[in-house]
């Protein structure tokens, strides 16, 4: 293409010199005419020699000639040979072959022709022309061919070098090199398409790190679903665990519960018969629980269970199984225990831990307990039987406050009467069963009778009259002492009322159980029924027990204090047995205090009993307080207490607690009352 090019402009070239020729030589034609036309006007040929050798002297011009119009020669010089020849006026540059060129120019003045002149140029003249333009060419083509040839060589050169550096910087981003950029020189396409290469080299990383940070982000959510999932599955294998462990566990103190207990209980049993291995069955229950759950609170009961369930853990060991069943009632399995002697010493053990005092808020309780024990296979062979006995050896240890008992045949009817006995008390309350006995209380001054004592017995249809030991406890355990007590208080405040209206003057004593005495709506109650009756207050004693007090003094104080606000009066009954605090007794509206009977019974022959009740007489004086005798037997023990100035006394000497009927004739055959024979 390039030689092509060489070629064709040397052609280009050539034929630019042969037209300049071709003109000159025209020129030099028509030159020389317009010299001689004056001398051919005037055919001075002298001029016209001169003319033609002065042309002549011009390099390249081979001949020169003048002629008229009729082609006569006038003038004429130059190279014979060439002067000779066949003139060739318009002759083609290539078709020359004597290397002259011919021109001609017509000598015309004022459009008349007089002539012409004819010149021969030499051609040799245009080939050295020719040859010094072709070797010129040539010269400015290898020129041309070494500037293209390098100018390739370095473009190839460059353009390797950059494509390289594309290749490279492919192979780099192939193998991961993402944003890897190569340098970027000009502004040619090279440099152009290093820039583009870069810009997606950047955008490559680019789009590899939104990349990379989206796999990390997906990563993290499925390690974060992962964690969850885990975390859920943890969840519920807890939440499962804790329903399965609530289903088998009592909430409060996280014992087993009772369907737990008999399955360990069968398990137990099993295990018994196949290895013929005895183990002791104990069902426990709280003799105080009802009272202070009633009393206190259901805070303060759900307290003393847990303290109950951690002191049995304390102690038992890690085989033994301790279950709450419900409400105050606990259960072991004891299989290390396989005899009578073995289960009475765990008996102990449980019965000594249980009867440490309860720190309940700021104050020591005395719960104590109760515990019947069954042994497999002495006591039955299956669990059901093994159950019953120990809850049959249960209660008759309640009713009995032995502590503990274990199974035996004869427990069974008193038990199942015990049991039966609970329901009986619900209809003795409304069916009208129960009876109140009075008893006198006599004045030493005047020694007739000041007031009576209401104490409640039960006319049970099949068991005849029962007395407060019998039904007490069991109507403290179930909750019936409120209304039991409401009956007791509606019936003695009537009867009081009627003794009033016959004429007699007498004070009607009631006994409060403790459960009352930490019932705060018990002054209200007391207050109701006197107001039902239409009763003066100041017909009314209410009896309570120094334990009753103690059980919790705060609480007890308070409802005290609001009874004798009523007009009450208030006397502190069985005093002695119940350790009361001097402070206590300072502090509340007290207006009597009575000798518990069992110092008074033996005082005669105790010396030690005579010391005390000496001294609550004395004691109860200092206080400002009346002090009464209970259990006054004979006639000795009255006097004896006469001379210790006791104000009043009751017992079996003056008169036992008998009905109201029974009591109207013994007012009548003592009336108004009763003076007292010595003897
Ligand atoms: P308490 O209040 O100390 O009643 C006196 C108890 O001594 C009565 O027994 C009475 O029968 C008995 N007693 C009376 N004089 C003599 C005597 O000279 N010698 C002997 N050995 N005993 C005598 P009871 O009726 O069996 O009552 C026992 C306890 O039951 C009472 O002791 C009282 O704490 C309670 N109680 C009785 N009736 C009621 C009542 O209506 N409500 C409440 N909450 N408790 C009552
Ligand atoms: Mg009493
Ligand atoms: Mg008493």
Redesign the pocket.
Known sequence: MLFILILSSMNLLRSSNQDELQKRAQTAAQLFASVTQSAVLSSDLASLDSFVKEVLTNPGIVYARVLDRRNVVLAQGGDPQALKRLFHPHQIFDDITDAILDAQADIVIEKIHYGRVEIGISTDTISAVLAAARERTTAIAIVELLVVGLFSFFLGLYLTRGLDALKQATLKISQGELGYEVEVRGHDELAQTAHAFNEMSKELRVLYDQRKRAEEELSKLNEDLERRVNLRTEQLTAAYQKIEHQALHDSLTKLPNRTLFQDRLQQTLLTGQRENRPFALVMMDLNKFKTINDTLGHHSGDLVLQETASRLRGILRQSDTIARLGGDEFAMILPTVKDMPAAATAANKIIDTINKGMELEGQTLNIGTSLGIALYPRDGNDAGLLMRHADIAMYAAKRSKSGFMLYSEDLDQSSSGQINLQKDLTRAITENQLVLHY?PKIDFASERVSGV????RWQHPEHGLM???DF?QLAEDSGLIKPM?RW?LLTALNQCKKWHEEGRDLTIS????SASLQDVQFPNDVAAVLNEVGASPAWLEL?L?ELGIMLEPPRAMDIIIRLSELGVRIVI??FGTGYSSMAYLRKLPIAKIKVD?SFV?DMLGNKNDEVIVRSIIGLGHNLGLNVIA????NMATWDQLKSLQCDAA????MA??ITAEELERWFRESPHGLKLKKG
């Open positions: 008893q004592e209401a104490l409640v007395f407060p030991g007490l007590t007791i009631v006994n409060v159980s009896e027990s009954d069985d009977r019974h209970e259990g006054v037997e009751q017992g079996y000497c036992r607690p």
